[in-house]
């Protein structure tokens, strides 16, 4: 996988993967978080795409969910793609397919 990274003026550091490490939250609530700077990656809210990974294909969608885990009353969103089968401590990296961009692979190690 080749990674591409790019500076803009506004100094953000955009590519066109996304990948993090699945936290025992998202093990137990079966969903990827994705955090609002990297929405830009996938299709908006709520619209259809597919995410495949080595054995399994879904049709997933970024959903947003209220909660106030910083202990306050106000309600603020988290960005998700629901994902069951993940395991606290796999990495994952999610990538578009350029040439699909309604189709998304997942590696999971
Ligand atoms: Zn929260």
Redesign the pocket.
């Known amino acids: 996988m080749m990674e591409i990274v790019q500076n803009t003026t506004s100094g953000l550091i955009t590519s066109n993967y996304y990948s993090k490490t699945i936290t025992l939250k998202e093990e137990r609530e079966a969903y990827i978080l994705v955090p609002k700077h990297r929405l830009s990656l996938f299709p908006s809210l709520g619209q259809l795409f597919t995410l495949k990974t080595i054995n399994k294909e879904r049709i997933v969608k970024i959903e947003a969910i209220k909660?106030?885990?910083?202990g306050t009353e106000t309600?603020?969103?988290?960005f998700l793609i629901r994902w069951t089968g993940l395991s606290e401590g796999d990495h994952i990296v999610i990538e578009q397919n350029v040439a699909t961009p309604r189709q998304y692979k997942m590696v999971i190690d």
């Open positions: 909660c106030n885990c910083d309600f603020h969103e988290h």
